[in-house]
T-cell receptor, first 113, second 112 residues
């Protein structure tokens, strides 16, 4: 079956513009995660969705960041008024439940000029 | 809080050399431990895991043993290949939480 997919693979934007990143999890996976990976650093947790429960947004760095997920399907991460420090690879992962292995997408490389 | 520390890279070895990548953790409780690998141009994938003390995870010739007494989960391989060149991440998750806590990653370069 298909793995986790993300789009776009690369996004270059100008400072101040909004961007929307998309994640398609593995079918049937109830848990979905967004991470940020800055160059040369480990992964930074952003947000977690589990089924229809309220998401854990504790990792979002500012109110410019938001994410949505419809049921157990696609998720979008939106960054408003992008700043240069938002430049990073944004990774999405899904898992069958919260304690199982997370499967990662290839990421979206965001560059803010 | 919980944290993971792994050796800085890059680590450069010749083919068939013995590999150790150190990973230590700090956790209030008993986490599950993971090694993930990111090959060039590919997404992160689970390499191996261990869920309790003294467990040994193994895959593709790599091994790591969960050592509670030293709070470590070092990654080892007896004979590396060029195809092992990648970035390796150590991570933990607590049973009470779902957030993976990640190390910074170690880049491994294997020269023929």
């Amino acid at each position: 079956g298909a793995g986790v997919s993300q789009s776009p693979s690369n996004k270059v934007t100008e400072k101040g513009k909004d961007v929307e990143l998309r994640c398609d999890p593995i079918s049937g996976h109830t848990a979905l995660y967004w991470y940020r990976q800055r160059l040369g650093q480990g992964l930074e947790f952003l947000i977690y969705f589990q089924g229809n429960s309220a998401p854990d947004k504790s990792g979002l760095p500012s109110d410019r960041f938001s994410a949505e997920r419809t049921g157990e399907s696609v998720s979008t991460l939106t960054i408003q008024r992008t700043q240069q420090e938002d430049s990073a690879v944004y990774l999405c992962a899904s898992s069958a439940d919260r304690v199982n292995e997370q499967f990662f997408g290839p990421g979206t490389r965001l560059t803010v000029l | 809080g919980n944290s993971v520390t792994q050796m800085e890279g890059p680590v450069t070895l010749s083919e068939e050399a013995f590999l150790t990548i150190n990973c230590t953790y700090t956790a209030t409780g008993y986490p599950s431990l993971f090694w993930y690998v990111q090959y060039p141009g590919e997404g992160l994938q689970l390499l191996l895991k261990a869920t309790k003390a003294d467990d040994k995870g193994s895959n593709k010739g790599f091994e790591a043993t969960y050592r509670k007494e030293t709070t470590s989960f070092h990654l080892e391989k007896g004979s590396v290949q060029v195809s092992d060149s990648a970035v390796y991440f150590c991570a933990l998750v607590m049973d009470s939480n779902y957030q993976l806590i990640w190390g910074a990653g170690t880049k491994l370069i294997i020269k023929p």
